[in-house]
């Protein structure tokens, strides 16, 4: 079983929806937790990062940290064409340490 | 803020030429840097962690004489993969963190496509 488990997708919405993107791990140390976006052939993005549990939002993005249930969340309201991308979450147990990444979900908004 | 510069984006060479890979922190000292590698669909594998100053640690599989990796200066990471072949192609990518104890998350270069002729 892998540390970080994410659905690879693809997950295809109408412009316009609001799309949840999730991701479950087993090591309860880690502490950090962020989502990057990344364009074909680009580096990966930073979108959100949250520190422990909670709730964070930025714009058109929500980030949700339940570490009870080690289950985090993205939401993307307003869902543009441009929102297509690759998704990956992933963790560390410190910030700035060694990143555990996500396999990443394929994101494709139709206009 | 948080800029990584990563150069050249894109290297096609003989199979056998070594290749030098800049990973450039723009506007923050970065005193540790990350080499990832990715394949097509593919998450990201994590190479090595550089840190200012010291030698580099491999993760388990990665060969050392191989990937050499110097971290030189607190805004400068190079990766050189020596006598390269074509099972080499790949996408690598480095990220910087900015010194412990900082919330500040890793950032990522644009990556530099590799292709081995």
């Known amino acids: 079983q892998k540390e970080v488990e994410q659905d690879p997708g693809p997950l295809s919405v109408p412009e316009g929806a609001i799309v949840s993107l999730n991701c479950t791990y087993s090591?309860?140390?880690?502490?950090?937790f962020m989502w990057y976006r990344q364009y074909s052939r680009k580096g990966p993005e930073l979108l959100m990062y949250?520190?422990?549990?909670g709730n964070k939002e930025d714009g058109r993005f929500t980030a949700q940290v339940d570490k009870s249930s080690k289950y985090i969340s993205l939401f993307i309201r307003d869902s543009q064409p441009s929102d297509s991308a690759t998704y990956l979450c992933?963790?560390?147990?410190?910030?700035?340490?060694?990143?555990?990444f996500g396999g990443g979900t394929r994101l494709m908004v139709k206009p | 803020g948080a800029v990584v510069s990563q150069h050249p984006s894109w290297v096609i060479c003989k199979s056998g030429t070594s290749v030098k890979i800049e990973c450039r922190s723009l506007?923050?000292?970065?005193?540790?840097m990350f080499w990832y590698r990715q394949f097509p669909k593919q998450s990201l594998m994590l190479m090595a962690t550089s840190n200012e100053g010291s030698k580099a640690t491999y993760e388990q599989g990665v060969e050392k004489d191989k990937f050499l990796i110097n971290h030189a200066s607190l805004t400068l990471s190079t990766l050189t993969v020596t006598s390269a072949h074509p099972e080499d192609s790949s996408f690598y990518i480095c990220?910087?963190?900015?010194?412990?104890?900082?919330?500040?998350?890793?950032?990522f270069g644009d990556g530099t496509r590799l292709s081995i002729l």
């Open positions: 090591n309860s140390a880690f502490q950090y």
């Open positions: 990220s910087a963190s900015t010194p412990s104890g900082s919330i500040q998350p890793q950032h």
């Open positions: 949250t520190y422990s549990s």
């Open positions: 506007d923050f000292q970065a005193t540790t």
């Open positions: 992933a963790m560390s147990h410190n910030a700035g340490n060694m990143l555990t």
